[in-house]
C-alpha cells in the first residue's frame, strides 16, 4: 500500500511540474511589434479617407489615446484624449452607451489598435481604428485644433 501511495503522489508531483513548466517552456517573448500585430490581426481599421468621411457625417466619437502633450500639440477636430495607460479606467465616464462608433488613434496606429483590443472585451462592439493615425491624418492635409 505504501509502495503504490509512493508511486501515485511521485506521478502527481512529475505531473505537476510539468504542468507549471509547459507554458513557460512553450511561450515566446513578444515584442512591442507581435503585440501590435496581434491586436491589428483582431480589430477593425479603416483609412483615413473613411475617417474623414465619418467625421463629416458625424454620429462617432474620436478618441486620441496619444499622452496629452501630444494631444495638444494638434489633434482632429472634437477628439476627446485619454492617454491609452488610462483608457480602461476611465472610459466608462466619457463614453458610458457602449453602442457608441468610437473612432481611435494615435499617433501611427499602434497604440490605437492595442486600444480597440482593449475596449472590444469591455463591450464596446463599435471600435475602429484610423490605419496610419495622427500621421496619415495630417499628410492627408485635413483639418487639425
Not at 517573448?29 to 457625417?57: F, G, N, P, Y
Not at 466619437?61 to 485619454?82: L, S, T
Not at 497604440?111 to 472590444?120: D, Y
Request: proline residues 5%.
Amino acid at each position: 500500500m505504501k509502495r503504490k501511495y509512493k508511486v501515485v503522489v511521485f506521478a502527481l508531483v512529475i505531473g505537476f511540474a510539468f504542468a507549471i513548466s509547459a507554458p513557460m517552456t512553450l511561450a515566446k517573448d513578444l515584442t512591442k511589434k507581435d503585440l501590435v500585430e496581434q491586436a491589428r490581426s483582431k480589430i477593425t481599421e479603416i483609412s483615413v479617407e473613411e475617417a474623414k468621411a465619418q467625421l463629416d457625417k458625424g454620429g462617432a466619437i474620436f478618441m486620441d489615446c496619444r499622452e496629452p502633450r501630444e494631444y495638444k500639440q494638434g489633434h482632429i477636430p472634437g477628439a476627446i484624449n485619454i492617454p491609452r495607460g488610462l483608457l480602461e479606467f476611465k472610459i466608462a465616464k466619457v463614453v458610458p452607451d457602449k453602442t457608441t462608433k468610437i473612432v481611435m488613434y494615435c499617433r501611427s496606429g499602434g497604440r490605437a489598435s492595442l486600444a480597440c483590443c482593449s475596449l472590444e472585451p469591455m463591450g464596446y462592439k463599435n471600435v475602429v481604428s484610423i490605419r496610419g493615425g495622427w500621421l496619415a491624418w495630417t499628410k492627408a492635409g485635413y483639418p487639425v485644433e
